[in-house]
T-cell receptor
């Protein structure tokens, strides 16, 4: 059983640039969620995808967007990067949108300078 | 505002000792409460998931309790080990919105030899 993998592990970008983060969900999981975790804070929900459709969104601006592909892998895109976007971005997959536990990847550390 | 508050912020204990971590929430209407363990530089790992009707759940040396009336939960760790050193995060979900989880800031536990 392959776990959740995220790429890249680390990334440095300049303010105003755009970034794409990638996530391969665990085998058999059709639901993917993305979270932003600032240093010393708990993760903040960005959005969730279920079978390629967005299925809930947190309080993040439209410049945060995503995709889920037919194989249930996912991308998080962030446009017009701001310094405050510097954080650990976590992807989690689950069997469904209900009580199934979330399986997290180890995240992408994004630094915006 | 839906919130999850955890205490203490950090804790240091000696190997072999027990400890209890607290979580209070205001998320409503309540669906389920989860505890996660997050090692430094890694994604969170699920420990327990409890619904409204459950008041205790165990996972090895970890035992979670839930009082849905007072909106409180605790995570008890028995016979602590050095590998228990991590951040422990309480997560609460609203009814009908399992796609949007509210995370606490986490409690940093350090187990010393």
């Amino acid at each position: 059983e392959t776990g959740v993998t995220q790429s890249p592990t680390h990334l440095i970008k300049t303010r105003g640039q755009q970034v794409t983060l990638r996530c391969s969900s665990q085998s058999g999981h059709n639901t993917v969620s993305w979270y932003q975790q600032a240093l010393g804070q708990g993760p903040q929900f960005i959005f969730q995808y279920y079978r390629e459709e967005e299925n809930g969104r947190g309080n993040f601006p439209p410049r945060f967007s995503g995709l889920q592909f037919p194989n249930y892998s996912s991308e998080l895109n962030v446009n017009a990067l701001e310094l405050d976007d510097s954080a650990l971005y976590l992807c989690a997959s689950s069997l469904d949108t209900g009580l199934s536990p979330l399986h997290f990847g180890n995240g992408t550390r994004l630094t915006v300078t | 505002k839906n919130q999850v508050e955890q205490s203490p912020q950090s804790l240091i204990i000696l190997e072999g000792k027990n400890c209890t971590l607290q979580c209070n929430y205001t998320v409503s209407p309540f669906s389920n409460l989860r505890w996660y363990k997050q090692d430094t530089g890694r994604g969170p790992v699920s420990l327990t998931i409890m619904t409204f009707s459950e008041n205790t759940k165990s996972n090895g040396r970890y035992t979670a309790t839930l009082d849905a009336d007072t909106k409180q939960s605790s995570l008890h760790i028995t016979a602590s080990q050095l590998s228990d050193s991590a951040s422990y995060i309480c997560v609460v979900s609203k009814t009908g919105a399992n796609s949007k989880l509210t995370f606490g800031k986490g409690i940093t536990l350090s187990v010393r030899p």
